[in-house]
């Protein structure tokens, strides 16, 4: 499996000297656009490398190809070339996405039509020994539009974070820099690729980190065996972090009371504390994972879009579920785990000892949401019976798909629990390993 991980630098004293070169660069984008879209019944015959082959012939002139059919050349004079070919990947691209969302929306009219595909906010990318020198440890050499020519220029770039690419990924592939703007500075992207092998340990063998993500708990982490095992159960509170968020939303409502005025530097400091939570969040389950050498980190597929109702709707709109999953993942691919995800309908509903639905909160006569009543009289905690139930999804899942056809239709015959995998518990992994003993001798 291949990995890109990107990280920014900040160019040093300039400001507006790469404004012409991003701008050359959007209005090559655009014209190329509109070359494929004239064109694109010819572009889509060819797949990959041919394509930018075919287009650069349309819009390149050549020794071979002394007069092509559009006057590109002219109106882009001196553009070096690998730009050239990067603006045209980017307008393949474009024109691309947009013809497939077209035929879809065609066959499906659902909503608005497709908009006309443009340049946008592209920045071009810095190709070695064409674009891009290194000089030295924190200098460099770019080539921009400058005084009417395309020439190169020396840049300083940040020391300290020329100090962590050094220190962090000397050991993967540096892939060409894109040229950014954020805000009034200007940086240079560095992307890097790195390649891991993901385990591949069968799923009797597996040890498995069921996590179920919450908000007032921010995670509950159970290890868990095959066999239904439970090798650690771990909840993540982040007290101090929750307080302080509270407060700042708290106060981005007070200013609220005075006016209809925007509040960017208190939205910005909440924002910066629901990352951090996020962050911190993702660190924890990840040391778990990596103190009992996990194999597969099991989180709840949890779909957020559509419009949040009730009193609770800001605190779900805060709630970054998909960022800790997106930094448990990136940190969990680079040490050889694998992520996976399962069926989030009912994990905290059933009880994971099958006696079925649970009474939350007040409904169970509890002040607190996080505690739960079984129908059988026992009280547990429903983020950890939840965590239970993820594990025991995964579980079921995999065992069902090693198995052939006989023997799981068998199984499902004597578990029918199975059969539905949005109400299998923790008591049908039990229940299947039962079944599958007889199988095993």
């Given amino acids: 499996m291949r990995i890109y991980t990107t990280y920014k630098v900040k160019i040093k ?102 908009s006309y595909p443009k340049a946008g906010y592209v920045f071009p990318s810095m190709y070695r020994t064409v674009m891009y020198n290194q000089t030295d440890d924190y200098i460099a050499q770019v080539k921009v539009y400058i005084r009417n020519t395309w020439d190169w220029i020396t840049i300083s770039l940040r020391k300290s974070d020329m100090d962590y690419i050094y220190r962090r990924c000397k050991n993967r592939k540096q892939c060409a820099p894109t040229l950014q703007k954020r805000g009034k500075e200007w940086f240079l992207d560095f992307p890097f690729e790195e390649k891991v092998t993901l385990c591949d340990t069968v799923v009797y063998n597996q040890t498995v980190v069921a996590v179920d993500l919450g908000i007032n708990t921010a995670a509950t982490v159970s290890v868990m065996r095959s066999d239904g095992t439970i090798l650690g159960r771990y909840f993540c509170k982040l007290p101090k972090e929750t307080d302080h968020l509270t407060h700042s939303i708290n106060r981005i409502k007070k200013a609220g009371q005075y006016g209809n005025y925007k509040t960017p530097r208190l939205w910005a400091k909440a924002k910066g504390i629901n990352h951090d939570i996020a962050v911190k969040t993702a ?45 448990v993942t990136n940190k969990a691919h680079r040490l050889g785990m694998r992520i996976s995800h399962v069926c989030a309908w009912g994990t905290s509903k059933f009880a994971y000892d099958g006696s079925g639905r649970v009474l939350r909160g007040k409904d169970g006569g509890f002040s607190t949401y996080e505690l ?51 109400t299998c518990t923790f008591s049908t992994l039990i229940s299947l390993n039962a079944e599958l003993t007889p199988l095993a001798v």
Avoid at 33 to 50: H, R, T
Avoid at 283 to 312: C, P, Q, T, W
Avoid at 316 to 326: D, H, I, P, T
Avoid at 381 to 393: E, F, P, T, V, W
């Fill in 13 to 114: 004293h300039y400001n507006h000297i790469f404004k012409d070169t991003v701008k050359i660069y959007r209005d090559v984008v655009d014209y190329l656009i509109n070359v494929c879209l004239e064109n694109w019944d010819s572009i889509s015959m060819y797949k990959g490398q041919n394509r930018l082959t075919y287009i650069e012939a349309l819009i390149h002139s050549t020794k071979e190809n002394p007069v092509p059919k559009y006057d590109f050349d002219v109106k882009f004079y001196k553009i070096p070339s690998y730009l050239r070919r990067g603006a045209i990947n980017e307008a393949i691209g474009k024109v691309s996405s947009y013809k497939s969302n077209l035929a879809n929306w065609q066959n499906n009219p659902v909503g608005k039509e497709p």
């Fill in 372 to 422: 739960c009543r079984f129908q059988n009289g026992k009280t547990y905690n429903c983020d950890l019976s939840a965590s239970y139930n993820i594990g025991a999804r995964y579980f079921i899942r995999e065992i069902l798909k090693s198995c052939s056809v006989t023997d799981r239709l068998g199984i499902e015959a004597k578990v029918p629990q199975c059969a539905k995998r949005s």
């Fill in 283 to 327: 660190n924890y389950i990840m040391d778990i994972a990596v103190l009992y050498n996990a194999d597969v980190i099991v989180f709840e597929h949890l779909d957020k879009n559509g419009k949040v109702r009730g009193s609770k709707k800001q605190k779900l709109k805060m709630w970054r579920s998909q960022e800790v999953q997106s930094v």
